[in-house]
């Protein structure tokens, strides 16, 4: 998958200064698993044209999973067609570009309309080529689309459905590519990661100056997002304000914390809580306020996030009351005797991410290793993606699975086969009639506590 960029006329080499890449130089970086390269194929005072283009990296991928490696699950049309995939790996690349900030001596071409060609593909979309053309056309684009290999020199077949996407107009470097940027996730059906508020502060900046002109507009955003429910929440920002101010919207994600600290505000001990999965610290934060904690172990294995969690922790106001949580860097996988006998262990949204058949071997560590007084576990209600209108078989890429209430009814039983805590089944958000809650908890209590 590959995007190329061209332009010709006068001052066209500024555009090498505002990409932030040096024309005589190959930019190769690997990025989860894939490798983006870019090159120059031309460079002169009134030509220029270069290339981004996206592979995975087979032996990367492998080398990261200490699983044994099924490298067909990679190896599909979405890590070779252009999409949203495509999108997340090149943004780092073109990140200087697309935020409009290269050196300050280069800052005024970032105004600059330049005689653009895009050039990207192959492309796999249910949109027929008038749809795709009426995307660009409004922005003030020609439009040519070619299936097969065009002239991008790769090995499709001569009447291949691929097709290959050529727009040319006048515009900024960042206009242009910020444009392609809310776009092209609009062709595919497939978005590979969670959409969430995040995806609506990014339509409305690299839309911005464009996106609330466009004819397609209400198009565009509904098949950016996926989600009803965030949609929503992008077109009631958009309408004119009344004289009833509606109310803000609570993320899903903070009603998790709400109830998890509810929970714990309900049980008799909580002196010692380990936040297993922690990440960036979110949730930790959050327990490092409740009355009665004296110790909180924040469990995650990346350091990068680790990171960003003790910033958190530091900036934290007011400081009084509150119990700075410890860090650890650790794996669920590895049993750690700090995290033994300890009242409360979370796993909040962590299960999810770990292969099905390696999830007992943790349970048994927990509970019959660890030994917590209680244990608090939430995961996505599979029901409830009907309500979201998902493309997408799970809510998150690295979703290796979602249960129904059923099956993680009898998956919390299975592991509690000793008897020895006594199981209290809740939901999280907001109730469907049919579906249940967006996310489900389980309260495992330990019998006599």
Not at 12 to 36: C, D, I, T, W
Not at 418 to 439: C, K, N, V
Request: with cysteine; glycine share 4%; hydrophobic share 35%.
């Amino acid at each position: 998958m590959q995007l190329s960029i061209r332009a010709t006329g006068q001052d066209v080499q500024m555009l090498s200064y505002l990409l932030a890449k040096n024309p005589n130089n190959l930019y190769e970086r690997s990025v989860s698993g894939h490798f983006v390269r870019m090159f120059f194929r031309k460079f002169s005072e009134e030509e220029v044209d270069v290339t981004f283009f996206v592979t995975p990296d087979p032996i990367e991928l492998s080398r990261n999973n200490s699983e044994k490696y099924d490298i067909t699950s990679y190896i599909n049309d979405r890590e070779f067609v252009v999409s949203s995939i495509f999108c997340t790996f090149l943004r780092s690349a073109l990140g200087t570009a697309l935020n409009g900030k290269p050196k300050e001596e280069y800052e005024p071409w970032v105004y600059h309309s330049f005689p653009l060609e895009f050039s990207f593909g192959p492309l796999a979309s249910d949109l027929t080529d008038d749809e795709i053309a009426a995307l660009f056309q409004p922005l003030g684009y020609n439009v040519e689309i070619t299936y097969g290999a065009a002239d991008y020199n790769m090995n499709f077949k001569t009447k291949s459905t691929a097709r290959f996407i050529t727009i040319k107009g006048s515009t900024t470097l960042q206009m242009g590519l910020r444009q392609l940027f809310v776009l092209i996730p609009v062709f595919d059906n497939y978005k590979h990661y969670y959409i969430d508020e995040r995806e609506v502060e990014k339509i409305e900046r690299y839309g911005e100056g464009w996106l609330d002109q466009h004819p397609q507009r209400d198009f565009i955003i509904r098949k950016a997002l996926r989600f009803q429910e965030v949609y929503s929440q992008l077109e009631k920002e958009t309408e004119e304000a009344t004289n009833q101010e509606p109310e803000p919207k609570v993320r899903l994600n903070d009603l998790r914390y709400e109830k998890i600290i509810q929970k714990i505000n309900q049980l008799p001990f909580k002196e010692s809580i380990v936040d297993l999965g922690s990440g960036e610290g979110k949730l930790s934060e959050k327990l490092g306020f409740i009355e009665g904690v004296q110790a909180i172990l924040a469990v995650e294995p990346s350091q990068s996030a680790s990171i960003k969690a003790l910033k958190r922790f530091e900036q934290v106001e007011p400081k009084e009351n509150f119990i700075m949580p410890t860090q650890i860097i650790g794996s669920l996988f590895y049993f750690d005797e700090r995290l033994k006998n300890k009242d409360i262990i979370i796993l909040c949204e962590v299960i999810e991410h770990i292969d099905e058949h390696r999830l007992p071997k943790i349970m048994k560590t927990i509970l019959q290793d660890y030994r917590p007084k209680a244990l608090l576990l939430t995961t996505p209600n599979k029901e409830y993606n009907a309500v979201y209108e998902m493309d997408t078989e799970y809510r998150h890429l690295d979703h290796r699975f979602e249960w129904t209430r059923d099956e993680f009814t009898q998956w919390c039983e299975k592991q509690n086969e000793a008897q020895e805590y006594e199981l209290i089944f809740d939901g999280i958000g907001e109730q469907h009639e049919l579906y249940g809650y967006p996310t489900q908890m389980c309260l495992f209590s330990r019998k006599g506590m």
